[in-house]
């Protein structure tokens, strides 16, 4: 009997302590973040301002939907891995390779999710104006 109330309590306190860490990892990122990089050195259209909170705590994204390191031709970035700006291997000038210049991965990975969202029949968020990502030049 006291095997199986240790055995139960130790359960119950992992599940606990998983679920406690989940949480940490999850709150340590901004609810909001402003996409604009230190990597261009002009810009033709303002900052973007990203929902980080709404995609992944509301439309259960997971990490590795934007954030990735490849090696290997394998994502391997896991949550709670820190995160690199998109400038560490993305250039702002030309693409490299298979590696995207920035401009072109942060469309890619944006458009082409909310493409494939409404190709799905889902809903999905902006595709094709520039003005419903960007905010107006300052």
């Not at 973007?48 to 994204?61: M, N, R």
């Amino acid at each position: 009997m006291k095997k199986r109330i240790l055995f139960l309590s130790t359960v119950i306190i992992s599940i606990a302590l998983f679920t406690g860490a989940g949480i940490l990892i999850a709150t340590d990122c901004p609810d909001e973040i402003s996409i604009k990089s230190d990597a261009f050195t002009k810009y033709k259209k303002g900052a973007v301002k990203f929902s980080h909170g709404k995609h992944h705590v509301d439309y259960k994204l997971a990490c590795t939907e934007c954030h990735h390191v490849y090696k290997e031709g394998k994502n391997t970035y896991k949550e709670g891995d820190p995160v690199q700006k998109c400038s560490a291997c993305h250039d702002a000038v030309k693409s490299k390779g298979k590696v995207k210049k920035l401009m072109l991965a942060y469309h890619k990975n944006c458009q082409g999710c909310h493409k494939q969202l409404e190709k799905a029949g889902k809903k999905a968020g902006p595709t094709r104006k520039c003005n419903d990502c960007h905010e107006k030049k300052k």
